[in-house]
């Protein structure tokens, strides 16, 4: 039989129809939204000056933000690695440099099964000029109410170590780049 006239016509809106509501059903309702959300990469490998550092990214399934005295603290947590970001204020659209005041902090602390800190505990402590990298909060136009939200890029130093009274730095360091929290609801402490 030979399609002809009408029965193309037809037969083209047909197979039309059929490939429209194929696409309709393949399209998936499965969109996921990280918000709100605390992440980063971290860097895992160095290994020689000629090759490019290895990455891997770490999420919080856990986070909290809260002021306290007016001071921001905003935790990520997976149950195993936590982050800390400590500022003594917090101004939208403001820069933070981490390793340089002593208020403005943050640590990096890892957890055994049983919940217990397992050291070492790795810093930024303005007081011993140990740490470095950055907190930024969004612009004000940038944040949703109730909530905060920024990026951080931090190397955190092993904690510090005393010697016959005299705090010496470890060059063990753990960096976090490319970091960000959104939309982390903000308690206030009090």
């Not at 891997?56 to 997976?78: H, R």
């Amino acid at each position: 039989m030979f399609l002809y006239g009408d029965n193309l016509l037809n037969m083209k809106k047909i197979l039309g129809m059929l490939a429209l509501t194929l696409t309709f059903i393949a399209c998936d309702n499965d969109v996921v939204f990280n918000d709100p959300s605390f992440g980063a990469q971290r860097l895992t490998e160095l290994n020689d000056s000629i090759s490019l550092p290895t990455y891997e990214y770490w999420k919080a399934t856990d986070f909290s933000a809260k002021v306290l005295d007016g001071s921001m603290i905003i935790t990520g947590t997976d149950g195993h690695t936590t982050i800390e970001l400590r500022t003594v204020s917090y101004e939208y659209g403001s820069k933070y440099d981490m390793g340089v005041l002593e208020a403005d902090r943050a640590t990096l602390t890892y957890k055994n099964e049983d919940g217990e800190v397992i050291a070492p505990v790795y810093i930024t402590n303005g007081e011993y000029g140990v740490g470095s990298g950055y907190i930024t909060y969004s612009p004000k136009e940038k944040q949703v109410e109730g909530t905060i939200s920024g990026e951080f890029n931090i190397t955190f130093v092993h904690d510090m170590l005393e010697v016959e009274g005299a705090f010496v730095r470890r060059d063990n360091t753990q960096t976090y780049n490319k970091g960000t929290f959104y939309r982390i609801p903000v308690e206030q402490a009090k």
